[in-house]
């Protein structure tokens, strides 16, 4: 009986409906995500041969998040949250698709990945925070440290997952 009660507890957060929708999309995108940065690497690597150009483009794909994101905090607070995560994933589908037609079509250069980079990483700017501020809307205060403990899980098994779905492919 008691084995029952833990593990409620350990997921408690997942009796809120939207919370369980937002934690299950949240693992797939978050592994596309991971496998996105591998591949986008893979590829810079195999188009220009240099781990500078590599560290270019890993650079501006990171560099929104230290520039932005204060800038991004703000915004979010005056918006509704839901629409901005709506938003931004949408925005990241349409990056990472459009990275994969020009790779299969063998149209990718360079300067594409760098420019797409940099757009994703305008867009995970903005998305981080509205998915961390939202998940208190969806569970409360009572579960809160509980969702985002879940959270950080999803994080971190994405993290493992996305590359090694990758590296598989």
Request: proline share 2%; with cysteine; glycine share 8%.
């Amino acid at each position: 009986m008691q084995e029952t009660s833990v593990i409620g507890t350990l997921f408690r957060s997942l009796r809120h409906r939207n919370f369980r929708l937002f934690w299950s999309g949240q693992l797939i995108s978050l592994i596309g995500t991971w496998m996105q940065n591998v591949g986008q690497a893979w590829l810079v690597l195999e188009l220009t041969h240099s781990s500078f150009k590599l560290g270019v483009v890993s650079a501006l794909q990171f560099l929104p998040m230290l520039f932005l994101s204060f800038p991004a905090g703000v915004f979010i607070d005056y918006f509704s949250k839901r629409k901005i995560i709506i938003g931004t994933q949408a925005v990241m589908l349409v990056l990472a698709f459009t990275l994969a037609v020009l790779d299969w079509a063998g149209a990718v250069r360079y300067w594409h990945i760098v420019v797409l980079a940099t757009l994703l990483g305008v867009a995970n700017t903005v998305d981080m925070p509205a998915r961390q501020a939202y998940i208190i809307e969806m569970v409360g205060k009572e579960d809160l440290m509980n969702a985002i403990a879940l959270n950080s899980s999803v994080f971190n098994a994405a993290r493992a997952i996305g590359p090694a779905v990758c590296a598989a492919g």
